[in-house]
């Protein structure tokens, strides 16, 4: 009995260090190991105290989801908790040890950095500082030291004063700067800053239409009110425009709109009975999507603003999603049944070099590639019933994938972060399809929409 | 000169007949005066009916009624026509004339008969305006009435067995409905169950609704009055996720445009 559960116990040991490498061969979430950080509950004066629930979520989340440290769980911090630099108290060297005993301990004279690098806690790294309200600003002071160093001047990491409107928002605002500055110190880009655009149903049954949120799902909000279905969505590289399939005309058509005004672009396309999922070059100055040509639904490209239009692919089949490589703006990903079943294939921006990604098995579909131009992460079915889709992350040259997701409802239409090691997708594992982000090697799931069904999430910059 | 001798001899022929004619007569002896009447005790006549006949309201609308009142004095018998007949000396009757009546009372007594009218004037009223024709329904009804959704198999744009007896009775629908709605065009939707992507699934409903527009163009429908739009799994008819409702919603189906 105690053999077969030793067994087992090395069976699923060995099972997660495969998986924990399979994940290391694709992308790459730390450069070495991660750090331990602690990161205590902030407090404020005054009337910025209202808002530290917010400040210290937002701070404790941002790290945790960046997933370059392990967070020093804070049941074990000490009771005594710096504010400040000056809260910390070296302790008063030992005496030289006599002969024959155990050598004399240093005498503690308050707070100290071995309070935190020593057990329970065994940090390498603790975040401190206070907030407060000053002429009506929520004003935070914040610190990092490196509480290996054995004095202050050498453990502090850096201290800096951020800014913000003495609200939640404020809050929030100065909680993302810290976490971004703190990020920074380990080659982590901070997604303060990148907004999310997804398609929402919360606005009434049967309507789809373009939201944005911010990465961390805060500050959600309409980009298109249509009252139509709005979908499929694709964001420019400069993150200045969303283009999207939208049936307000009657038949479906591509519109494009700016992410700043929320007006509408010019954009000329084709009208079809079917037009769907377009996509940007690189450089932002031409468009790809897929449309109905000659009975079939082909892809296309075109400028910005419609003119131009050639299509790419010539086949009596179904071709969508057309994905141009970030990196190279000469490849492009796509989805096609010319082999039956829906499935990955590659092919040169003029239709030339077509090659299946995917094995052939199940349905594969949303092809999103990494920002370094060498990986995709897409949904599949393999080895799950049709329509049960899982998130991939696949290395086009080698077509070496690993699966991110496992059989938790359906997951699909995933979106790199900018800084290349998150991803937002959607999932129906909490019931109705939600927004959810995580890190490449499926860890750090979070749940960023609640309100209605949304899918189809788009990251951008 | 002859003429004038003439005129003077008549002149006087008529003055001398003018002098005899004026010549005095005797006057007549008086007549004799009349004789005395002679005084005698005799009854006074009987006195004729008297009547006052009169109908309230004078005009009605036909179905209406009007009230014949009267009252007659010195009389025997006593009858009211057309239509009432013999009455009492004092009385009322609702009448219902159907066209526009003169009623005469007529009474008879000892002092003779005396008869008095009184009219209603009956109006007709307008007819009702004809029923409303049955509404003509719209292209969207009637398309909806009498042009059926066909299925399709899972993935598949492929015309079935079932489709095909479907689309041919489609055929001859759509065909009487476009001579009826003249210039009109009927949009094929091709619709998908939730299963493959929502991308992918806008290719395939684009796919079944050709399929069947061009199956319907065999048939002999004009393919110029026939439009494709696909939706994809956008407008799903049920959200189950089962076999049966998954057919349900691998179709096509027929609107306006």
């Not at chain 2, 009219?119 to 003509?136: A, E, G, H, I, L």
């Not at chain 2, 042009?147 to 055929?171: C, G, H, M, P």
């Given at each position: 009995?105690?053999?077969?559960?030793?067994?087992?116990?090395?069976?699923?040991?060995?099972?997660?260090?495969?998986?924990?490498?399979?994940?290391?061969?694709?992308?790459?979430?730390?450069?070495?190991?991660?750090?331990?950080?602690?990161?205590?509950?902030?407090?404020g004066?005054?009337?910025a105290?209202?808002f530290m629930?917010a400040f210290?979520?937002t701070?404790?989340?941002?790290?945790?989801?960046?997933?370059?440290?392990?967070?020093?769980?804070?049941?074990?911090?000490?009771?005594?908790?710096?504010?400040?630099?000056?809260?910390?108290?070296?302790?008063?060297?030992?005496?030289?040890?006599?002969?024959?005993?155990?050598?004399?301990?240093?005498?503690?004279?308050?707070?100290?950095?071995?309070?935190?690098?020593?057990?329970?806690?065994?940090?390498?790294?603790?975040?401190?500082?206070?907030a407060?309200?000053?002429?009506?600003?929520f004003?935070l002071?914040?610190?990092?030291?490196?509480?290996?160093?054995?004095?202050?001047?050498?453990?502090?990491?850096?201290?800096?004063?951020?800014?913000g409107?003495?609200d939640q928002e404020g809050a929030r605002k100065t909680a993302?700067?810290?976490?971004?500055?703190?990020?920074?110190?380990?080659?982590?880009?901070?997604?303060?800053?990148?907004?999310?655009?997804?398609?929402?149903?919360?606005?009434?049954?049967?309507?789809?239409?373009?939201?944005?949120?911010?990465?961390?799902?805060?500050?959600?909000?309409?980009?298109?009110?249509?009252?139509?279905?709005?979908?499929?969505?694709?964001?420019?590289?400069?993150?200045?425009?969303?283009?999207?399939?939208?049936?307000?005309?009657?038949?479906?058509?591509?519109?494009?709109?700016?992410?700043?005004?929320?007006?509408?672009?010019?954009?000329?396309?084709?009208?079809?009975?079917?037009?769907?999922?377009?996509?940007?070059?690189?450089?932002?100055?031409?468009?790809?999507?897929?449309?109905?040509?000659?009975?079939?639904?082909?892809?296309?490209?075109?400028?910005?603003?419609?003119?131009?239009?050639?299509?790419?692919?010539?086949?009596?089949?179904?071709?969508?999603?057309?994905?141009?490589?970030?990196?190279?703006?000469?490849?492009?990903?796509?989805?096609?049944?010319?082999?039956?079943?829906?499935?990955?294939?590659?092919?040169?921006?003029?239709?030339?070099?077509?090659?299946?990604?995917?094995?052939?098995?199940?349905?594969?579909?949303?092809?999103?590639?990494?920002?370094?131009?060498?990986?995709?992460?897409?949904?599949?079915?393999?080895?799950?019933?049709?329509?049960?889709?899982?998130?991939?992350?696949?290395?086009?040259?080698?077509?070496?994938?690993?699966?991110?997701?496992?059989?938790?409802?359906?997951?699909?239409?995933?979106?790199?972060?900018?800084?290349?090691?998150?991803?937002?997708?959607?999932?129906?594992?909490?019931?109705?399809?939600?927004?959810?982000?995580?890190?490449?090697?499926?860890?750090?799931?979070?749940?960023?929409?609640?309100?209605?069904?949304?899918?189809?999430?788009?990251?951008?910059? | 000169?002859?003429?004038?001798?003439?005129?003077?001899?008549?002149?006087?022929?008529?003055?001398?007949?003018?002098?005899?004619?004026?010549?005095?007569?005797?006057?007549?002896?008086?007549?004799?005066?009349?004789?005395?009447?002679?005084?005698?005790?005799?009854?006074?006549?009987?006195?004729?009916?008297?009547?006052?006949?009169?109908?309230?309201?004078?005009?009605?609308?036909?179905?209406?009624?009007?009230?014949?009142?009267?009252?007659?004095?010195?009389?025997?018998?006593?009858?009211?026509?057309?239509?009432?007949?013999?009455?009492?000396?004092?009385?009322?009757?609702?009448?219902?004339?159907?066209?526009?009546?003169?009623?005469?009372?007529?009474?008879?007594?000892?002092?003779?008969?005396?008869?008095?009218?009184?009219?209603?004037?009956?109006?007709?009223?307008?007819?009702?305006?004809?029923?409303?024709?049955?509404?003509?329904?719209?292209?969207?009804?009637?398309?909806?009435?009498?042009?059926?959704?066909?299925?399709?198999?899972?993935?598949?744009?492929?015309?079935?067995?079932?489709?095909?007896?479907?689309?041919?009775?489609?055929?001859?629908?759509?065909?009487?409905?476009?001579?009826?709605?003249?210039?009109?065009?009927?949009?094929?939707?091709?619709?998908?169950?939730?299963?493959?992507?929502?991308?992918?699934?806008?290719?395939?409903?684009?796919?079944?609704?050709?399929?069947?527009?061009?199956?319907?163009?065999?048939?002999?429908?004009?393919?110029?009055?026939?439009?494709?739009?696909?939706?994809?799994?956008?407008?799903?008819?049920?959200?189950?996720?089962?076999?049966?409702?998954?057919?349900?919603?691998?179709?096509?189906?027929?609107?306006?445009?």
């Open positions: 009995m105690k053999r077969k559960s030793t067994l087992m116990c090395l069976c699923v040991l060995a099972g997660l260090l495969l998986a924990a490498q399979q994940s290391d061969v694709i992308i790459k979430i730390t450069k070495g190991e991660r750090a331990v950080i602690a990161l205590p509950d902030l407090r004066a005054g009337e105290q209202r629930d210290n979520q701070l404790w989340n941002d790290i945790e989801s960046s997933g370059l440290f392990k967070m020093a769980p804070k049941s074990l911090y000490p009771l005594e908790v710096p504010q400040r630099p000056e809260d910390f108290r070296a302790p008063l060297a030992a005496p030289p040890a006599r002969k024959g005993q155990p050598p004399p301990s240093p005498r503690r004279l308050g707070p100290w950095l071995t309070d935190w690098s020593g057990p329970p806690v065994n940090a390498g790294y603790l975040a401190l500082g206070y407060a309200d000053q002429a009506g600003q004003v002071r914040g610190w990092l030291f490196n509480v290996g160093q054995q004095d202050l001047t050498n453990a502090q990491v850096f201290g800096k004063i951020y800014l409107s003495l993302h700067e810290f976490a971004a500055d703190i990020l920074a110190q380990f080659g982590g880009a901070s997604l303060a800053g990148t907004k999310i655009y997804f398609v929402t149903e919360r606005t009434g049954r049967g309507i789809k239409e373009i939201w944005a949120m911010d990465h961390d799902g805060s500050n959600q909000r309409p980009v298109t009110s249509y009252k139509s279905v709005c979908t499929t969505p694709a964001v420019s590289p400069d993150g200045a425009t969303v283009a999207f399939t939208s049936y307000v005309g009657g038949n479906p058509a591509i519109l494009l709109h700016s992410t700043e005004t929320g007006r509408r672009l010019r954009f000329y396309g084709p009208v079809s009975s079917m037009v769907a999922t377009p996509d940007f070059t690189p450089d932002g100055q031409k468009i790809l999507f897929s449309f109905t040509i000659n009975d079939w639904p082909q892809i296309a490209i075109s400028n910005v603003d419609g003119s131009d239009l050639r299509r790419i692919s010539y086949v009596r089949t179904i071709e969508v999603e057309p994905k141009v490589n970030p990196k190279t703006g000469a490849q492009i990903a796509f989805v096609s049944g010319r082999g039956g079943p829906q499935q990955i294939y590659r092919m040169n921006l003029d239709g030339t070099d077509v090659r299946l990604l995917t094995s052939g098995e199940g349905q594969a579909s949303n092809p999103a590639w990494h920002p370094d131009g060498q990986h995709i992460a897409f949904a599949w079915t393999k080895g799950y019933a049709p329509g049960n889709f899982n998130i991939f992350v696949m290395d086009v040259a080698t077509r070496s994938y690993v699966q991110l997701t496992h059989g938790a409802g359906r997951n699909e239409n995933p979106s790199w972060a900018p800084d290349g090691r998150h991803l937002v997708f959607s999932s129906n594992r909490s019931g109705g399809p939600q927004i959810w982000t995580m890190l490449a090697d499926g860890t750090q799931l979070h749940q960023l929409t609640t309100q209605g069904r949304n899918t189809m999430p788009v990251w951008s910059k | 000169m002859s003429k004038r001798n003439i005129s003077v001899a008549m002149l006087a022929v008529s003055l001398f007949l003018v002098a005899a004619g004026c010549k005095k007569k005797a006057p007549p002896p008086p007549p004799p005066p009349p004789p005395k009447p002679e005084v005698k005790e005799v009854p006074p006549p009987p006195k004729a009916p008297g009547i006052s006949f009169s109908a309230e309201p004078s005009a009605i609308e036909r179905g209406q009624s009007a009230t014949l009142r009267w009252e007659v004095s010195d009389a025997t018998d006593i009858s009211v026509a057309p239509g009432v007949g013999s009455v009492a000396a004092r009385g009322s009757r609702q009448v219902y004339p159907t066209d526009t009546t003169t009623y005469t009372l007529t009474a008879k007594g000892p002092g003779g008969t005396t008869s008095r009218s009184a009219s209603v004037r009956v109006t007709v009223p307008p007819p009702p305006p004809p029923p409303p024709p049955p509404p003509k329904r719209s292209l969207s009804e009637v398309l909806a009435s009498e042009v059926q959704d066909a299925f399709f198999d899972y993935d598949k744009s492929d015309i079935r067995e079932d489709a095909r007896a479907t689309l041919s009775r489609n055929s001859d629908a759509i065909k009487r409905i476009l001579q009826e709605f003249t210039g009109a065009v009927v949009v094929i939707e091709g619709h998908c169950d939730e299963r493959g992507s929502a991308e992918y699934n806008l290719g395939l409903g684009d796919r079944r609704a050709t399929a069947a527009r061009d199956f319907l163009v065999q048939m002999g429908v004009s393919a110029d009055r026939l439009s494709t739009k696909s939706w994809g799994k956008e407008r799903p008819q049920c959200t189950e996720s089962n076999e049966d409702c998954w057919q349900r919603n691998r179709r096509v189906h027929f609107v306006a445009q």
